[in-house]
């Protein structure tokens, strides 16, 4: 139960926050893609709001054998740039920049009404779906 409220306390903060820093806005975050246009360099600072609480977390799991709900942490990614990695970011960010959302504001996007939320999730969902075949066939590509 502990778990539950945490993820929903979680979430209502994230949620809150996308909604504050503007990140729903589709014409914000294409300001802040276009560097060589009308850049809008203000998120940078809900990107520096995401990164520095996240560098205290990582600080203090080092210190902890569980999380404090008991359960285990991840084991942590290998640090290694493969290709997974570079076509993946790749494609999220050229989705990103042709949209202007990431996954969780697109989510929130919803309440706004419109076909163009509902297609976007559609199409995400797809790309999620087509990711782990796609994934696989690279890997059988890149070991031969």
Do not use: E, Y
């Not at 929903?8 to 909604?19: P, V």
């Not at 919803?110 to 790309?127: D, E, H, P, V, Y």
């Amino acid at each position: 139960m502990s778990r539950i409220l945490i993820a929903a306390a979680s979430g209502g903060l994230f949620g809150a926050g996308l909604l504050v820093s503007g990140m729903t806005n589709t014409v914000k975050v294409q300001g802040w893609l276009d560097i060589f246009g009308a850049w809008d360099p203000t998120l940078a600072f809900v990107l520096g709001g995401a990164i520095l609480p996240m560098l205290v977390a990582w600080h203090l799991t080092t210190r902890r054998q569980a999380a404090i709900t008991g359960a285990s942490f991840p084991a942590r990614p290998d640090p290694k740039l493969g290709h997974n990695l570079i076509i993946g970011s790749v494609l999220f960010g050229a989705g990103w920049g042709l949209v202007g959302l990431c996954p969780g504001p697109a989510i929130a996007s919803l309440s706004w009404g419109g076909t163009g939320g509902i297609t976007f999730l559609l199409a995400m969902i797809a790309g999620m779906l087509a990711a782990n075949p796609i994934r696989l066939r690279l890997d059988r590509v890149a070991a031969a």
